[in-house]
């Protein structure tokens, strides 16, 4: 009945809106070899660019969805956030832009038969196709689920943060989370809330009282960390144009100076599922 009830709703999103989009979805469902190849960075190559000022900004599965319209569990579909989204996309530049982008480096390049046995072809078969159709192929991209993976923070971003002031742009359970972690007593920390669900919503007022934060002519002594549901990809595009340094850690925050008992979403199901 779920199924049933998925395509129902997929077809109503898109059939007016992108009919282009389902067809080829139809077609590539049957495509058990289905698969598209990225380039990604190393991690030497990650920290090299973090070093010298890139932000971070994952695209995924949620993203993904949103931009063909649909609501997902933290985040309504919003025309705004979908603007934000494809432009990110769009005016991706390693080299000559401030931000890199962070795609599902273990779901790419997998073919569809073992998504299928993985009961994820929903999840990441747009994501595929979103790559093929869309996405620059011969930029570099991180893995966006590098902060889901034990000890990723401390090796990628920590040294970066202690020579930072940081600004944490999250909800209030994930700020007393973070104080419970003990994050003062490693970083320089101040805190801008934001809602738990429908966090864009809030974006124009939670993007004021960052940069409120943030002395004109100071902006490189400041780091952002962004665990703000889909607005952290708009707050993250918009930071980093003003020459503040963003990452988008997204749930990763969980595993910030804490037990890492994430991990194990990267190999089961989207960490953002479909709003029903």
């Not at 779920?2 to 139809?26: C, H, K, S």
């Not at 994930?174 to 007593?185: F, P, T, W």
Request: positive net charge; aromatic residues 12%; hydrophobic residues 40%.
């Amino acid at each position: 009945m779920n199924t049933l009830a998925r395509a129902i709703r997929f077809v109503q999103r898109n059939v007016l809106r992108d009919p282009g989009y389902m067809l080829e979805y139809a077609w590539r469902y049957f495509d058990n070899d289905f698969r598209v190849q990225a380039k990604f960075l190393t991690t030497e190559e990650l920290v090299a660019y973090l070093e010298a000022g890139k932000s971070l900004i994952r695209v995924n599965d949620g993203e993904i969805y949103l931009t063909h319209y649909g609501n997902i569990y933290y985040q309504d579909f919003r025309p705004r956030l979908r603007e934000y989204i494809l432009k990110i996309i769009d005016e991706y530049d390693v080299e000559n832009g401030p931000y890199l982008i962070g795609l599902p480096e273990d779901y790419l390049g997998m073919p569809n038969r073992e998504i299928r046995a993985k009961q994820m072809m929903r999840i990441w078969l747009p994501v595929k196709m979103a790559f093929r159709n869309r996405f620059r192929k011969d930029e570099p991209y991180f893995d966006a689920h590098l902060f889901y993976k034990s000890g990723a923070f401390e090796r990628v971003l920590e040294k970066i943060l202690k020579s930072h002031k940081v600004i944490l742009v999250t909800n209030e359970a994930n700020k007393q989370m973070m104080l419970e972690a003990g994050i003062e007593k490693h970083l320089d920390v101040t805190f801008v809330l934001c809602p738990a669900k429908n966090s864009f919503d809030e974006f124009d007022a939670v993007l004021q009282n960052t940069l409120a934060l943030i002395p004109k002519g100071q902006e490189g002594r400041y780091r952002a960390l962004l665990a703000a549901g889909p607005a952290s990809k708009a707050l993250a595009y918009e930071l980093s144009k003003r020459g503040i340094v963003s990452y988008d850690l997204g749930r990763g925050i969980e595993a910030v100076y804490r037990p890492n008992t994430i991990e194990h979403m990267v190999y089961q199901r989207s960490d953002l599922p479909e709003k029903h």
